[in-house]
């Protein structure tokens, strides 16, 4: 029993040492640099909420602890498969989207460990953080609570934790399933931003800019992981073995001694890649070890400066965007006020079985990787690594009967620009009327539909020429915007004219008949 023991405690530690230290999106002091280029973006462009500079240490030292063990496995959304970080070692764990709003899982005795980050906080600052010194729950709600009832510095520190989650929706490795420990080019080029150590060009590239202005926090996560799961690599996600149809380069140049990949969007070309040689076959990149965004190679660096020059702009404005929508509900709020939470569990008396939790699950893991169950194992990584394509294919049979939830599903997965496909609709409630939506990271559409009286429904979507070439979402809500059953992705082929980021706000949400017929 000792040695079980012992053996557990040596894998509990030796997992916390290699995924603490290398498991993290952008480290936690380019998270506070980030965020605090958001609260400058905020303030420049909002009048009729300023932001009091007092509070802003607490929403920096928030965005900091998000990352406090294990809180971090939470910390991945991929877009296409609608799942969080899902690997063969450290399991299942929930999508950065959920986990912003999942008050019972941040409760949970695993995340009552102490947290290892440093504050920036001073003695003083802290005392104001008092009443919450022992809480997990750092979710949206619990946020707007505390603004609520007064408690700012509680709720800016809380916000703090929820902008660290969007600003990491901004890198590919999070967003395309890829745990990347310890080898992330973009995450250990990205570190050497901080406060103290500011991108000279950033601010230049937020001249003219504005937030992203969406109607839900969900939406945010949506807009910003498709934008990066859709336009760049990680590491270990380049070519048709990833599991995801994009990127995809438009052309080749050369880099000295290698050829780079290149796409364009509206801010010119950016390079997604650096290869020995260059191979296109049909419309994806088909690539081996000789190619990768790698950093320490002859003039690599150019790949990982492109893609901070857009990711990084890109989370500065969504973040800018959620702190804008952040003062709208908790003013919203005001007027209906949110009860109090349930009693939180003691902190001390829980350390132990956090412990015990959070160490048994890698234990579990690992014993399967070395037992005869790691077939098993494989099996489930491959169910959830299709999931995305079982929603789509669920409902094709008019004899089914176990499914019981609304649930929608379209003929194809990848289009053509051009093309046309059919989303179907089964189990809604019968004669309502929702709206169908089409969105992507530059692009917003709906209609309405109306469900037949047999919970069913059938539209076209036409994808013009103009459509430019990435993900796209659809799904169906109600008249209170709540989604309806699962979305599903459909990919689209072929470049059109591209559209500026700046004219997709909140304005545009509003349905385009003149882009897409639905």
């Known amino acids: 029993m000792h040695s079980r023991k012992i053996l557990g405690a040596a894998v509990f530690l030796g997992a916390l040492f290699l995924f603490t230290t290398t498991s993290f999106a952008y480290e936690g002091d380019t998270h506070a640099y980030l965020t605090n280029e958001a609260v400058n973006l905020f303030s420049k462009l909002s009048t009729s909420t300023p932001f009091d500079s007092a509070l802003k240490d607490y929403l920096l030292d928030g965005s900091r602890h998000e990352d406090s063990i294990p809180r971090w496995m939470n910390h991945f959304y991929d877009p296409v498969h609608d799942t969080g970080l899902s690997d063969s070692m450290l399991g299942t764990w929930e999508a950065s989207k959920a986990w912003a709003n999942d008050g019972n899982n941040q409760n949970k005795l695993t995340y009552k460990v102490p947290s290892t980050i440093a504050s920036i906080l001073s003695a003083i600052q802290k005392k104001k953080l008092s009443g919450i010194s022992s809480d997990t729950d750092f979710t949206w709600r619990e946020a707007i609570r505390h603004y609520v009832n007064g408690e700012k510095e509680s709720a800016m520190f809380a916000l703090g ?120 076959f049909g419309n994806f990149v088909v690539v081996g070890d000789n190619a990768s965004i790698f950093l320490n190679k002859s003039g690599g660096d150019i790949i990982i400066k492109d893609y901070w020059s857009r990711l990084s702009t890109k989370a500065v404005q969504h973040a800018a965007g959620v702190f804008t929508l952040f003062f709208k509900e908790a003013e919203a709020a005001s007027k209906n006020p949110i009860s109090v939470v349930p009693e939180k569990k003691s902190f001390f008396g829980s350390i132990t079985d956090a412990i015990g939790n959070f160490a048994g699950s890698v234990i579990n893991k690992v014993r399967s990787a070395f037992s005869g169950s790691n077939n098993q194992e494989s099996s489930e990584d491959t169910a959830i690594a299709d999931e995305g394509n079982r929603e789509n294919q669920v409902g094709k049979s008019e004899d089914a009967t176990t499914e019981v939830s609304p649930t929608i599903f379209s003929d194809k997965q990848i289009v053509q620009s ?101």
């Open 418 to 518: 051009g093309g046309i496909i059919t989303v179907n609709g089964v189990h809604f409630s019968a004669d309502d009327i929702l709206s169908l939506h089409l969105e992507s990271a530059f692009f917003s559409s709906s209609t309405p539909i109306v469900i037949n009286a047999s919970g069913k429904f059938a539209r076209e979507v036409s994808f013009g020429r103009e459509f430019i070439s990435g993900n796209y979402t659809i799904f169906v809500d109600n008249a209170s915007g709540t989604r309806i059953g699962n979305k599903i992705i459909v990919s689209v082929l072929g470049a059109g004219k591209e559209k500026s980021v700046e004219q997709e706000t909140s304005s545009s949400i509003a349905t385009k008949t003149t882009d897409t017929t639905i």
């Open 161 to 280: 934790h929820i902008l660290h989650l969007i600003e990491d929706a901004s890198v590919p490795d999070h967003t395309r399933n890829d745990p990347h420990p310890g080898d992330s080019p973009y995450e250990n080029w990205t570190q050497q931003f901080t406060l103290a150590r500011p991108d000279p060009e950033l601010e230049d590239r937020l001249e003219g800019k504005t937030p992203f202005y969406f109607n839900g926090l969900g939406i945010y996560f949506d807009s910003l992981a498709e934008y990066s799961n859709s336009n760049f690599y990680s590491k270990d996600t380049i070519g048709v073995r990833s599991r995801y149809n994009f990127p995809e380069p438009e052309y080749f140049v050369t880099c000295g001694e290698y050829k780079c990949g290149v796409k364009k969007d509206t801010e010119g070309e950016y390079k997604i890649l650096m290869s020995n040689s260059a191979g296109l």
